[in-house]
């Protein structure tokens, strides 16, 4: 699943070439699930309709039409959107998809543009979707009105990031910061290294943590987001920048996949255990 830097990395790709092009087609391949919309509001709300721009909430990619109408894009964990145009670029899971002849046999969606560019919604594994609907209801979508505030608004400060764990004061801080309802976008790579640049350990209860930590992992975790946003996102193997080229982040991760290897900080080796679910990245030493 990828988290908030590199769909963001996404959006600012999609914000710098959609927003003025107008929509002549659009339709699934083979697939409704991914295209999950009556022909009638295709019909009305989307074909005909301009791009106004590209916004993200959490890991959602919402691209908003002058019909009032949104298309609300989910990835999941093989989704690619590839433009192809006067200008070209892909972003998402880095098969051939991202740079071989378009449609192909992972194309679920076509959108073709009125100055005959296109944006295709490739996804191997048919678990992401792109809806239509109207604007006004995109609030009320089960996940939005869960989904926890943005970490990296400008608006959201130490303060509040606190009060929004202390809700979850009986779960590990590494669970919490992979609460979507506490903090949207947060996922195994930026936990980690958030935690470890707080010198927190992952498996230490929220009740535990004192306000200055909190602070503390809050300036981490925004700081990690930044590098990765500006580095086109991480390597994992599911995800690549707007130049159809991995990301360079984990290039410079200080602890996630480095289990085996020599803190940084400390000089002591690094662990992986499983926690929260997930495999866990830390130093037993520096991290409290």
């Known amino acids: 699943m990828p988290e908030l830097p590199e769909v963001e990395t996404v959006r600012r790709g999609l914000a710098e070439l959609l927003p003025g092009r107008t929509i002549r087609s659009a339709g699934h391949i083979d697939s409704p699930k991914s295209f999950p919309n009556a022909d009638a509001d295709v019909r009305q709300f989307l074909i005909g309709a301009k791009v106004l721009y ?3 909430r959490a890991k959602v990619l919402l691209i908003e039409l002058d019909t009032k109408h949104t298309l609300v ?6 989704g690619q959107l590839v433009f192809r145009g006067e200008m070209a670029f892909g972003a998402g899971h ?4 991202l740079v071989g002849e378009l449609p ?3 194309t679920r969606v076509v959108i073709e543009f009125a100055d ?6 490739n996804d191997q594994r048919k678990f992401g979707w792109v809806k239509l609907m109207p604007t006004l209801e995109v609030p009320n979508i089960d996940f939005m009105k ?3 505030p943005e970490p990296l608004e400008a608006d959201f400060t130490a303060r509040q990031f606190t009060e929004r764990f202390k809700r979850r004061s009986r779960t590990s801080i590494k669970a919490a910061l992979l609460d979507q309802t506490v903090v949207a976008g947060v996922g195994n790579i930026y936990a980690d290294e958030s935690l470890w640049g707080a010198k927190i350990d992952p498996r230490r209860l929220v009740s535990g943590v004192t306000d200055n930590e909190f602070r503390l992992l809050y300036e981490e975790l925004r700081a990690v987001m930044n590098l990765a946003i500006e580095k086109g996102g991480s390597t994992d193997k599911n995800y690549v920048n707007t130049e159809g080229k991995r990301g360079s982040y984990l290039d410079f991760a200080r602890v996630f996949r480095r289990e085996g290897q020599v803190c940084p900080r400390c000089g002591h080796t690094i662990e992986k255990i499983r926690h929260a679910g997930r495999g866990t990245h830390f130093c037993p030493v520096c991290q409290k």
């Open 104 to 106: 192909d046999r992972s």
């Open 73 to 78: 894009i989910h990835l999941k964990m093989t």
């Open 54 to 56: 590209v916004k993200r």
């Open 94 to 97: 880095p098969n051939e998809s």
């Open 146 to 148: 869960k989904v926890g």
């Open 116 to 121: 005959g560019s296109h944006l295709y919604f």
